[in-house]
């Protein structure tokens, strides 16, 4: 079954401008923020976002910093091999500013507990703040909900929402896949794993 | 190949071709790459203020050193801590091995008491080998007598890559008592899988016959040998393995000193930038001076902070295997 386009390239674009507004609508201009992404593809949407805050506000400076979570994970010996790492760069101390942590696709919620988690090594932020461009509804398994959200997607677990990037992928798109395709759902059985 | 991950952090994931690190033999080239791989990331972590994560805080490891190890076993004690594994240490001396226990009931009395994985460092070549045919347990060979000494071959090939930017195609001498060093033969076989090439050198006495059979140089002049290599693994005289008196195998440590001892003037007489290393501990004045362990060239301290990352990628992809309660 062909997937369903959730987000175009220009439906993604002005999202992206409208979680940026919201940003500095409720922070000024972000002297205090670290924008932290998710690796691996929450980092995609992340450094996206640093880009457009920056021409937004005309600043050079804009703290940033790309968070990896592997070591965290509560699926550890749970999957059928050790999910291998990329890399983690926060070259600043966290003590007392406000995070953003930043994530293309909220599912189940187990990717933020492990991130705000993994965040705790990098010192005690003043407040954390949870920015996802999709909010899969309905399907989380903690407590965990979204302080911006681009778009919310009513989905059941056996759908897949995809996110693809220009840079990474050839075309900005948020896209919606229907089971059919099912040669992976070992990997994606119940949202346990891959739909973190 | 996996596709591409779906609704976001699913990270790509591999594992080991291995339940155990018994040696560098049984790996393959993807597996020592897989493990330096995470070792970068461990090594990221061991950076940040807290060096601390979860992944294995519900299993329990025990380091059985049944030969005296300081390096090595800090180093797997905070590997293990590092990853919020519970430890338990056990040396031989002052044990009931000394009562003449059988290495088996050891062992077994101690996998009794629920430990996953076992970290064993033995004087009999094979031990690891040995245990793992026996007992339950994953087992990390941490040396084991003359034969290998996988860890310390893994760290010594990455911090190889990471001082010269690759393994594939460099030229490193493995230099003095190969005949006793199970670093030698970890060295040869993790070096070569990566595409290194190597040259051993060291005297006669010192050299086991037919090495050159596993694909090795050999040459008997430190100098060329220093001559014809990027980096150079000056090996420990192992005072405790020469047998009889302590030196059978050569006339006197002075004149061991003198031949394949690596002193300053020696070393600018290469001409070139020799990356130098040693495994630890360095009889200082026998196999190097301590201008040339001191050396800006010198990357014997960046192998043991190297140390302590590959082996939590070692036991983090072992321990990755192992299947849970009830599943």
Redesign the interface.
């Known amino acids: 079954m062909e997937p369903l386009t959730l987000l175009g390239p220009k439906a993604l674009g002005l999202t992206i401008q409208r979680l940026c507004h919201q940003l500095i609508e409720d922070h000024g201009d972000l002297q205090g923020v670290a924008l932290i992404g998710?690796?691996?593809?929450?980092v995609l949407l992340a450094r996206r976002l640093r880009r457009e805050l920056k021409a937004i506000l005309g600043v050079e400076r804009l703290a940033y910093g790309e968070l990896?979570?592997?070591?965290?994970r509560d699926d550890?010996?749970?999957?059928?091999?050790?999910?291998?790492?990329?890399?983690?760069a926060i070259d600043f101390?966290l003590e007392g500013r406000t995070v953003v942590l930043v994530?293309?696709?909220?599912?189940t919620g187990r990717?933020i507990r492990a991130g705000l988690?993994?965040l705790?090594?990098?010192?005690r932020p003043a407040s954390v703040h949870l920015l996802v461009l999709i909010d899969?509804r309905f399907s989380r398994e903690l407590p965990i909900q979204p302080d911006y959200a681009g778009k919310w997607v009513d989905s059941i677990g056996e759908q897949?929402?995809?996110?693809e990037w220009r840079e990474s992928?050839g075309q900005d798109r948020v896209l919606l896949?229907t089971a059919g395709d099912r040669r992976?759902t070992g990997?994606?059985a119940k949202?346990s794993?891959?739909?973190? | 190949m996996r596709q591409r991950s779906f609704d976001s952090a699913t990270p790509p994931s591999e594992q080991l071709s291995v339940e155990h690190l018994l040696g560098i033999k049984e790996l393959t080239p993807e597996d020592i790459e897989l493990i330096f791989r995470t070792a970068d990331g461990f090594k990221e972590v061991l950076g940040r203020p807290i060096k601390k994560v979860p992944s294995l805080r519900d299993l329990t490891i025990a380091n059985l050193f049944f030969e005296s190890s300081t390096r090595t076993r800090v180093s797997f004690e905070l590997a293990e801590k590092r990853l919020s594994a519970d430890v338990v240490n056990f040396s031989s001396s002052g044990s009931s091995v000394s009562k003449g226990e059988t290495l088996i009931d050891t062992v077994n009395n101690i996998l009794a008491m629920k430990v996953d994985m076992v970290v064993m460092r033995h004087p009999d070549p094979g031990a690891a080998l040995f245990l793992s045919r026996h007992v339950r347990a994953r087992i990390v060979n941490a040396g084991d007598g003359t034969h290998e000494h996988p860890t310390q071959g893994l760290l010594d090939a990455y911090s190889i890559r990471e001082r010269l930017g690759r393994v594939k195609g460099a030229r490193i001498a493995i230099v003095g008592d190969i005949l006793h060093s199970r670093v030698a033969l970890s060295n040869i076989f993790c070096l070569q899988k990566l595409g290194a090439e190597v040259m051993l050198c060291g005297p006669r006495t010192l050299m086991p016959k037919g090495i050159a059979a596993l694909g090795v140089k050999v040459e008997a002049d430190l100098d060329t040998a220093l001559r014809w290599c990027d980096a150079v693994n000056m090996l420990r005289i192992q005072l405790e393995r020469q047998g009889g008196d302590g030196l059978a195998n050569f006339p006197s440590l002075r004149e061991y000193a003198m031949l394949y001892g690596l002193d300053l003037a020696r070393y600018k007489r290469i001409g070139k930038e020799v990356v130098v290393m040693h495994p630890g501990p360095i009889n200082r004045g026998v196999e190097l001076t301590s201008e040339v362990a001191d050396h800006a060239n010198s990357i014997i301290l960046d192998q043991v902070e190297n140390g302590v990352a590959i082996r939590m990628a070692v036991l983090y992809l072992l321990a990755a295997r192992i299947p849970r309660a009830g599943v």
């Open positions: 998710l690796q691996p593809r929450g990896d979570i592997t070591f965290h550890f010996r749970h999957r059928s091999s050790p999910p291998t790492p990329s890399a983690t101390d994530d293309d696709v909220l599912y990717s988690d993994a705790l090594a990098f010192g899969r897949r929402v995809t996110v992928d896949h992976d990997m994606v949202g794993t891959a739909d973190q």
